[in-house]
């Protein structure tokens, strides 16, 4: 701005004398000049009024954004504070196109890529998704999703708060290792090819026991192993600010309930068949597209594995045949078909940054979550860098979390003196979490410590706490539930009932790789 140049007077009206006629007060006279001087102070000050509008603006746009939300007492849903107030975060179904604001929050927008790791660690990206050269199946190398870094506060129980530059009271989210560099973290459940693990769409994610997801992963990459609590406390962060809400599955619901158990059973023997007749009420809890197995119960998959559902017609008044692709088998009476994990690369359809196939609201389809397939439901996640370990006597047991800093030096399933034990103990039943412990040593590695909710209260999620540990009192954990676990599932479901070493169909593992 230039120097000031209204200079202001003081106007005087005219005063005459009524008796006389006398001017007593000449006044100030309304002419060019004055009238003129209003003009220009007018001027002047629509000019004062631009420059602090402008200088507003450049302050708004320089300064530090911070996006968080607020919870109060036992409701999950949070209120929107600092400048996510107002947001909107629509998710989407297939192909749609919906609005979501914080797609354009630098460190919300995880781009999904294909690339390859070098002997470092570091991911070389080779195309972006929409990109020349982008593959889904792996041809071009593993598909990620790219996170940027960002830095939080809280305490997750009643605030949290994100930003992308490091403010006084924050700290950098535990993914990243400076407040730069990029990290790559897998689209898909990890499937095995050639005994390595692989993060592509077109097959399926391999089930067995945490000591042998971490066996591929090891065989895989010298740097490899399953998720950490680093990786799953950075998703908790920016999940619950974009959705201000615990109970996430009232944004999408996952592949949550599907058919699974011993009723499912088929009711005629048939030789080199590719169906299964079951009774109709059954039939109809199964969806086309989605993945089965076929054995002697509902966990076994001793005739068929990994098959998908074709179509599902009626056989007679009582009864449908569920048919599905691949090679025929022999079904026998009573032989059970029970849901898996659906097959990666069937959400690629979707194209917002969240959403589900076919229906957010139905609870037998999967979605995506910027990146990340099935973020909850689908199968329960492989946990690598905390063991719980079991001591006391029954019932006075106590659980106590420890924690791996260097998930590479995981030692099938053994607590060695790599591992720190946290400093506090984990619940000690099975139930909705209202509370997780944290350890400042360690504020990302968060764990139930208090259980007593509902699907609808606190974190909605439920814990199955440590119940059938191993011979030396451990037990594994895996987050996110499966594909039967109902309304008891969402990002902060634990399980962390069975030893290191039990394989079963519902624990799948994800593809990571740490840099040196």
Same mark, same amino acid.
């Given at each position: 701005?230039?120097?000031?140049?209204?200079?202001?007077?003081?106007?005087?009206?005219?005063?005459?004398?009524?008796?006389?006629?006398?001017?007593?007060?000449?006044?100030?006279?309304?002419?060019?000049?004055?009238?003129?001087?209003?003009?220009?102070?007018?001027?002047?000050?629509?000019?004062?009024?631009?420059?602090?509008?402008?200088?507003?603006?450049?302050?708004?746009?320089?300064?530090?954004?911070?996006?968080?939300?607020?919870?109060?007492?036992?409701?999950?849903?949070?209120?929107?504070?600092?400048?996510?107030?107002?947001?909107?975060?629509?998710?989407?179904?297939?192909?749609?196109?919906?609005?979501?604001?914080?797609?354009?929050?630098?460190?919300?927008?995880?781009?999904?890529?294909?690339?390859?790791?070098?002997?470092?660690?570091?991911?070389?990206?080779?195309?972006?998704?929409?990109?020349?050269?982008?593959?889904?199946?792996?041809?071009?190398?593993?598909?990620?999703?790219?996170?940027?870094?960002?830095?939080?506060?809280?305490?997750?129980?009643?605030?949290?708060?994100?930003?992308?530059?490091?403010?006084?009271?924050?700290?950098?989210?535990?993914?990243?290792?400076?407040?730069? #560099? *990029?990290?790559?973290?897998? &689209?898909?459940?990890? @499937? !095995?090819?050639?005994?390595?693990?692989? %993060?592509?769409?077109?097959? $399926?994610?391999?089930?067995?026991?945490?000591?042998?997801?971490?066996?591929?992963?090891?065989?895989?990459?010298?740097?490899?192993?399953?998720?950490?609590?680093?990786?799953?406390?950075?998703?908790?962060?920016?999940?619950?600010?974009?959705?201000? #809400? *615990?109970?996430?599955?009232? &944004?999408?619901?996952? @592949? !949550?309930?599907?058919?699974?158990?011993? %009723?499912?059973?088929?009711? $005629?023997?048939?030789?080199?068949?590719?169906?299964?007749?079951?009774?109709?009420?059954?039939?109809?809890?199964?969806?086309?597209?989605?993945?089965?197995?076929?054995?002697?119960?509902?966990?076994?998959?001793?005739?068929?594995?990994?098959?998908?559902?074709?179509?599902?017609?009626?056989?007679?008044?009582?009864?449908?045949?569920?048919?599905?692709?691949?090679?025929?088998?022999?079904?026998?009476?009573?032989?059970?078909?029970?849901?898996?994990?659906?097959?990666?690369?069937?959400?690629?359809?979707?194209?917002?940054?969240?959403?589900?196939?076919?229906?957010?609201?139905?609870?037998?389809?999967?979605?995506?979550?910027?990146?990340?397939?099935?973020?909850?439901?689908?199968?329960?996640?492989?946990?690598?860098?905390?063991?719980?370990?079991?001591?006391?006597?029954?019932?006075?047991?106590?659980?106590?979390?420890?924690?791996?800093?260097?998930?590479?030096?995981?030692?099938?399933?053994?607590?060695?003196?790599?591992?720190?034990?946290?400093?506090?103990?984990?619940?000690?039943?099975?139930?909705?979490?209202?509370?997780?412990?944290?350890?400042?040593?360690?504020?990302?590695?968060?764990?139930?410590?208090?259980?007593?909710?509902?699907?609808?209260?606190?974190?909605?999620?439920?814990?199955?706490?440590?119940?059938?540990?191993?011979?030396?009192?451990?037990?594994?954990?895996?987050?996110?539930?499966?594909?039967?676990?109902?309304?008891?599932?969402?990002?902060?479901?634990?399980?962390?009932?069975?030893?290191?070493?039990?394989?079963?169909?519902?624990?799948?593992?994800?593809?990571?790789?740490?840099?040196?």
């Amino acid at each position: 701005m230039s120097e000031k140049r209204f200079k202001r007077i003081y106007w005087e009206d005219r005063v005459v004398d009524d008796s006389t006629g006398e001017v007593l007060v000449e006044g100030t006279p309304v002419n060019e000049e004055n009238l003129n001087r209003i003009e220009e102070g007018i001027d002047e000050a629509l000019d004062l009024g631009y420059d602090l509008k402008d200088r507003v603006e450049h302050l708004e746009s320089t300064r530090v954004k911070r996006y968080g939300v607020r919870f109060y007492g036992s409701n999950p849903v949070g209120e929107r504070v600092e400048d996510a107030v107002g947001m909107v975060a629509n998710v989407a179904v297939d192909d749609e196109i919906v609005v979501n604001d914080f797609d354009n929050v630098p460190f919300f927008n995880r781009r999904i890529c294909c690339g390859h790791f070098d002997e470092e660690g570091n991911f070389h990206v080779h195309a972006y998704r929409g990109e020349p050269g982008f593959a889904w199946d792996g041809s071009a190398g593993e598909v990620m999703y790219e996170e940027t870094p960002f830095y939080w506060k809280g305490d997750l129980h009643t605030y949290v708060s994100v930003c992308g530059s490091p403010l006084e009271g924050y700290q950098l989210a535990p993914r990243f290792r400076d407040g730069h #560099t *990029k990290e790559y973290s897998p &689209v898909f459940w990890s @499937a !095995t090819v050639e005994g390595k693990a692989t %993060s592509r769409a077109g097959l $399926f994610g391999e089930y067995q026991s945490l000591n042998d997801h971490m066996a591929v992963m090891q065989a895989t990459h010298s740097r490899a192993h399953t998720e950490t609590m680093a990786s799953l406390f950075t998703d908790w962060l920016l999940l619950l600010v974009e959705f201000a #809400t *615990k109970d996430l599955q009232t &944004v999408m619901m996952g @592949a !949550t309930s599907m058919a699974y158990g011993d %009723s499912y059973k088929a009711k $005629f023997s048939e030789p080199n068949v590719n169906r299964i007749i079951i009774e109709n009420d059954l039939a109809d809890r199964f969806v086309i597209g989605q993945t089965i197995g076929i054995g002697s119960s509902y966990i076994s998959d001793s005739v068929a594995k990994d098959r998908i559902v074709t179509s599902i017609v009626p056989h007679d008044e009582f009864h449908k045949a569920i048919y599905f692709d691949g090679e025929p088998v022999n079904i026998t009476e009573g032989n059970v078909v029970s849901s898996r994990t659906w097959r990666n690369g069937v959400t690629n359809i979707i194209k917002a940054s969240s959403g589900s196939i076919v229906s957010n609201t139905d609870d037998r389809y999967p979605c995506i979550w910027r990146g990340k397939v099935d973020p909850w439901g689908g199968a329960n996640s492989a946990i690598c860098d905390v063991l719980v370990q079991r001591s006391g006597e029954d019932p006075d047991y106590v659980y106590t979390p420890y924690y791996l800093p260097d998930p590479t030096k995981y030692a099938a399933g053994a607590i060695t003196p790599d591992y720190v034990p946290l400093n506090y103990g984990m619940a000690g039943s099975s139930g909705y979490v209202t509370e997780l412990g944290r350890d400042d040593r360690f504020p990302h590695v968060m764990l139930p410590v208090a259980v007593g909710g509902s699907s609808t209260t606190y974190f909605s999620d439920y814990y199955w706490y440590p119940a059938n540990p191993d011979s030396n009192g451990v037990t594994a954990v895996f987050a996110g539930g499966y594909w039967a676990s109902a309304v008891g599932i969402g990002p902060f479901a634990l399980y962390g009932t069975d030893a290191p070493s039990i394989s079963t169909v519902i624990r799948r593992a994800r593809l990571f790789v740490s840099r040196a």
